[in-house]
């Protein structure tokens, strides 16, 4: 460091020069570097789902659920397999293991798609998978709405939805687009049975007859020596009215039969929907764009909005596109606070150091606070760290941190000169002096924090970022408090800058108060084990407050949003859905504080947020709905929801309805999850109900539900072998023809512009659409007419609605949704005793694994804990080495130890709660805490010189140590108190501001009374 120091003192064109390049680089960087609201996390969650329609839990679960695990088993890199197998559907969930990084997810998916693949040929016929994984959140969310005359014309909306979901997907950035509620158009051919068993045919006739007259074919192509021309047919259903006048059967010479004598044919809207959607309760088309990961957000979005202007303006009067969410708003809402927050900790620094040390050294301090946070910038440019909530958090945590070095050589520089050395001979000691304390403290520090930076998994993951701008602000105060700060101390005494050196403001000083405490540190070093007890009160205290400390995992995101999640009988249709919606829906608007709201109905959330995962597809979900509202106030929100679920859920009892604010995190389905693992599915039934039971006497329970509590009703028929083989029908005729009144058949399509519909002949009979006339379902013979009471059986069945296996073994997940504001932990400790007893008396072979809240925070834990002891290995070496003592070194990592209580301390008087983001911050105030007595012992050493030193100089030393350690601890406090007010970060604040409190205390109290138990000090 002196060499670069004398390059920058002898030749001050190559210092300018650096100077110059630190503001280019850091500004282009600002300028330059990704935006958004979080972080990304590795794209490691995914879904599969398998549609084969009729079938029932159990057939689902043997022929395909069994096959797609079979199959994504000799994948090495998927860490959980959890399938959930109903009626005509099973889902899939996909979790990869923590060592896939972000750059390697795509090729694990592109291998779960190529075995999906691989299984469709071993699974039933018709059978339909798809597969979906986590990726962006929504960028920009549209809602295309009818504002004319008359009904909703959803179909045209649709139409346009489409449209703009094309443009959207060719913005340069975009990952993908969706649309959600538009209306699904068919063909519809609805067959009279009567007339169509007067003709002498069946349903099964008809579809063959109009997938022969279909001419949609390829045919070939006309090959000469010299030219080669395509021969195509010309498509023969352009229009429905080319379907009505379908020729079927050829009456006469000169009579045709026709399929509209026989069935009604038009172009319609599917009948259920899949989904329906709205915003501020209108019927609505959702047009959803999601960006890229590492891009500016905010001009990603200016670009979606521009597209969107362009094709509002072509828009008809009677439709409006409207932006309904826009994560760009959130990001400037954030960064908003970012940099309010980095203004005000800049000022308190400052100000703290203009009033402790004095005008000349807050001149040196306000020269580093920027040139330091450039350098991060510019380290955030070469590493691909994008800026988000925590990578900038990180810069506002270490603002009070990346002063501290520069303070100590200001400090420093100060005491060499009073010993009478000439500018470059103070600054040639201090450097000597200060090197490899800074150096263990700067080293220190960041193997601390490095957990977090090399941590694998998601919530390591989540703050990383945030880690490696601390580590590269530690780096980067530690090099310039070596290189420039002393070339600009010399600079402004040789000037004389602002007459600063007549100056005798040297900061707060008060002689008084200096006396007395001088008396305080002889009395307390008189006896050293008085000083130690002092000084170990707080963290002891600490330690004891940690048993008072509620458990949590992630905090709330702080969005003035919340979500309303519904979920009615698995029989509900989805109109019956929509109805108790709009009930719903009305009374939440009733709370003053609500602006807007939108509504997925046949649908989980899609992915609105980073964290939301399980809404890729509505198949199988008519009976669930989930409802987003925007609100004016998040204090009003945060203090009104509890009350607001309570009443929804006395005034709606007979459906469960659950309110939640959005939290951060990896994604958690439930807070509370409890699985019991068995093989019987109604022991498992059984045991779930019981269970439910123990978990709802908790008070902060607001709804527990039991995945395998719940049946479904449905028909089943029992075909009679002896009165089918008295008729001319086979048995898998009869169940044809009741498919195709039922569930229809699809037979060909129609191009109709751009977009190509589907054929469907189905039963227009009443029978085909009522339960109570389902015995009653034609199926037309050359005879006439028959029933299906006349073949078979009809009876009523009820059956497991589910059945859940995780890791290839049955399951019965009981979950419990809390109130908001509760916690998961508090009800755990509620049911403690009665679980404990409930899993002691569980029949042989059967067993309870807690998921759900309880679950991620553990692994996240372990997660952070992979590398600590490594790092806390390093951190041992680093101080053997820097110290030359194995006992210097270990009463420096008692320090840390100690800091620990003291951050436990700092959240019990917070009032907050114990989770991932208060461990973050307890592993980096262990590192962090102990740079103070890092300096104050390397003071004592020196006075030492190997031997002892009496309690004068003792005292003398500590004394001279307390103005910067104070002054360090104060602006590093100063750094994090925006954090107090910042809902994710406000745990971490205030064990950290706790810590490095006390650990000042420790600095000062502490070291110098272990310094006498070392036998350094003599009598």
């Known amino acids: 460091m002196r060499r670069i120091v004398d390059l920058y003192l002898d030749r001050p064109r190559i210092f300018l020069l650096f100077m110059l390049f630190i503001i280019a680089g850091g500004l282009l960087s600002y300028d330059s570097l990704p935006r958004q609201e979080n972080p990304q996390l590795a794209e490691r969650w995914g879904d599969i789902t398998a549609v084969l329609p009729g079938a029932t839990p159990e057939r689902i679960e043997t022929q395909i659920a069994d096959v797609i695990e079979a199959q994504l088993r000799e994948i090495d890199e998927i860490k959980i397999i959890d399938s959930k197998s109903s009626s005509g559907i099973v889902r899939v969930g996909l979790e990869l293991k923590e060592i896939v990084s972000k750059g390697e997810t795509d090729e694990v998916w592109a291998k779960v798609q190529d075995k999906l693949g691989e299984s469709i040929d071993l699974v039933p016929d018709g059978t339909e998978m798809s597969l979906s994984h986590s990726g962006p959140p929504t960028t920009v969310l549209f809602a295309l709405q009818w504002h004319g005359a008359g009904e909703p014309q959803m179909v045209i909306l649709s139409r346009l939805a489409n449209q703009l979901k094309r443009r959207l997907s060719n913005i340069v950035n975009s990952e993908q687009s969706k649309v959600y509620g538009d209306t699904k158009e068919e063909i519809y051919v609805g067959v009279d049975l009567d007339l169509l068993t007067d003709a002498g045919m069946s349903i099964q006739s008809i579809a063959l007859a109009i997938d022969d007259y279909d001419s949609k074919r390829a045919i070939g192509n006309i090959v000469g020596q010299d030219s080669e021309f395509r021969v195509k047919a010309q498509d023969n259903i352009a229009i429905v009215n080319d379907l009505r006048k379908l020729p079927l059967q050829a009456l006469n010479d000169y009579q045709i039969l ?3 004598d026989l069935a009604t044919v038009e172009k319609a809207p599917v009948e259920p929907p899949i989904e329906i959607v709205t915003y501020n309760g209108i019927p609505s088309v959702f047009v959803e764009v999601r960006g890229k990961f590492s891009q500016r957000t905010d001009l990603y979005s200016k670009a979606v909005l521009r597209v969107a202007e362009a094709f509002k303006q072509d828009l008809p009067e009677e439709i409006l596109l409207e932006v309904i969410f826009n994560e760009s708003d959130f990001v400037e809402e954030k960064f908003s606070f970012l940099m309010q927050s980095i203004l005000l900790a800049t000022f308190i620094v400052l100000f703290l150091s203009y009033f402790m040390l004095g005008p000349r050294s807050a001149i040196i301090v306000s020269a580093v606070v920027p040139l330091t946070i450039l350098l991060v910038l510019v380290g955030c440019t070469i590493l691909n760290v994008p800026l988000h909530q925590t990578s900038v958090t990180g810069i506002i945590l270490s603002l009070g941190l990346l002063i501290d070095n520069s303070i100590i050589v200001v400090e420093d520089y100060r005491y060499r000169k009073s010993l009478n050395l000439v500018n470059r001979e103070a600054i040639y000691a201090s450097i000597r002096h200060l090197s490899l304390p800074l150096l263990a403290a700067t080293v220190t ?81 008189s006896k050293p084990l008085r000083a130690l007890v002092l000084s170990l009160i707080l963290p002891i205290l600490g330690f004891i407050s940690f048993s008072f400390l509620d458990t949590d995992f992630f905090p709330n995101q702080g969005k003035k949003m919340f979500k309303v999640e519904v979920e009615l009988d698995p029989n509900a249709s989805i109109y019956a859905t929509e109805n108790r919606v709009v009930s719903i829906r009305d009374q939440i608007l009733l709370e003053d504080y609500v602006d807007s709201d939108m509504w997925w109905v046949g649908r989980r959330l899609p992915r609105l947020l980073y964290n939301v995962i399980g809404g890729s597809s509505g198949e199988g979900s008519d009976n669930l709905a989930t409802g987003v509202f925007f609100t004016s106030s998040y204090s009003k929100m945060d203090s009104s929801l509890t009350d607001l679920a309570k009443r929804l859920e006395k005034d709606h009892a007979d459906v469960r309805v659950r309110v939640s604010k959005f939290t951060n995190g990896p994604p958690v389905e439930f807070p509370v999850i409890v699985a019991i693992f068995g093989d019987d599915n109604q022991i498992l039934k059984s045991l779930g109900e019981e269970l439910k039971s123990i978990l709802a006497k908790s008070p902060q329970v607001s709804d527990v539900l039991a995945e395998q509590s719940a049946s479904i009703a449905g028909l089943e028929i029992d075909l009679n072998e002896v009165d089918i083989a008295f008729s001319s029908k086979s048995a898998r005729e009869i169940i044809n023809e009741i498919s195709s009144s039922t569930r229809g058949i699809y037979v060909g399509s129609m191009l109709d512009g751009n977009k190509e519909i589907p054929i469907r002949i189905k039963n227009k009979n009443r029978e085909a659409s009522e339960i109570n006339q389902a015995a009653l379902i034609s199926i037309n013979s050359p005879d006439g007419i028959s029933y299906i009471e006349s073949f078979a059986d009809i009876s009523y069945t009820s059956e497991i609605n589910q059945i859940n296996r995780y890791q290839g073994s049955r399951n019965n997940a009981v979950k419990a949704a809390v109130y908001p504001g509760k916690l998961a932990s508090t009800v755990l400790n509620d049911v403690a005793d009665e679980l404990k007893a409930f899993e002691e008396s569980l029949p042989a072979g059967y067993s309870i694994r807690q998921f759900g809240d309880a679950e991620e925070r553990a692994e996240s834990f372990g997660q952070l804990f992979s590398t600590f002891f490594l790092f806390l290995g390093l951190i041992v070496m680093t101080l053997v080495m820097i110290l030359n003592s194995f006992r210097q070194a270990s009463i420096i990592l008692l320090v840390g130890i100690l800091c620990i209580g003291l951050g436990f301390l700092g959240m019990f008087v917070g009032f907050q709660n114990f989770g991932f983001i208060g461990l973050v911050g307890i592993v980096g105030l262990a590192g962090l805490a102990i740079n103070d007595s890092i300096v104050v012992l390397s003071h004592l050493n020196e006075d030492a010189n190997g031997g002892q030193i009496p309690k004068e100089t003792l005292v003398d030393t500590t004394v001279r140590s307390t103005r910067h350690i104070l002054t360090t601890s104060l602006t590093t406090m100063g750094g994090l108190f925006p954090l107090l007010f910042d809902k994710f970060f406000e745990t971490l604040a205030w064990a950290m501001c706790f810590g490095v409190m006390g650990s000042a205390l420790l600095a000062l109290l502490l070291i110098p009374s272990m310094f006498c138990l070392l036998g350094k000090v003599s009598r």
């Open 258 to 260: 026709r399929l509209e």
């Open 445 to 525: 520090t960041g193997l601390a924090f490095m957990p977090m930076a090399a941590g694998k998994g998601a919530s390591p993951e989540f703050v990383g970022d945030m880690a490696i701008t601390i580590i590269l602000a530690v780096t980067s105060s530690l090099f310039l408090a070596l290189t420039v700060v002393p070339v600009l101390l010399k600079t402004m005494e040789e000037s004389n800058f602002l007459a600063l050196n007549k100056s005798e403001n040297n900061g707060f000083t008060q002689h008084s108060l200096r006396k007395g405490y001088r008396d305080f540190l002889g009395w307390a070093f």
